[in-house]
């Protein structure tokens, strides 16, 4: 299984960009991110991917700043095959951490 945070413009792009890219590399195209050759390579094992929305970031906050926090606290960047961000994150000292943000971390962490 692979972790991966992402931000995005709305909460369609996941899904309809994902699912072109997957289909683009199985039909032999090789350019993507680590994260589209994990869900190609799961798609092709007949295996489902879950896609979760973690929470939606108010305009006013930083959006990149939420994103960055989110992959330290998920341990989503490194060497390891399960870690799929390229980036490496930077976790935001915790009394800047937004109430929504730390629930939605929260739901996910294991």
Same mark, same amino acid.
């Given at each position: ?5 992402? @931000?995005?413009?709305? &909460?369609? !792009?996941? /899904? ?16 993507? +991110?680590?994260?589209?050759? %994990? #869900?190609?390579?799961?798609? &092709?094992?007949?295996? !489902?991917? +879950?896609?979760?929305? #973690? ?5 006013? *906050? ?7 926090? %989110? ?5 989503? /960047?490194?060497?390891? @095959? ?7 994150? +930077? !976790?935001?000292?915790? %009394? ?7 629930? *939605?971390? %929260?739901?996910?962490?294991?």
């Amino acid at each position: 299984m692979g972790r991966y945070v992402g @931000k995005a413009i709305s &909460s369609g !792009r996941p /899904f309809s960009r994902y699912a072109r890219r997957v289909e683009n590399l199985l039909r032999g195209d090789t350019y993507g +991110r680590s994260v589209h050759h %994990a #869900l190609a390579a799961t798609v &092709s094992s007949g295996l !489902r991917a +879950r896609v979760t929305l #973690l929470c939606n970031v108010p305009p006013e *906050a930083d959006i990149d700043d939420w994103e960055r926090h %989110a992959i330290a606290a998920l341990d989503c /960047f490194g060497g390891r @095959k399960d870690q799929l961000n390229e980036t490496a994150g +930077r !976790r935001l000292p915790l %009394a800047m951490v937004p109430e929504p943000l730390a629930r *939605a971390i %929260a739901s996910v962490a294991s």
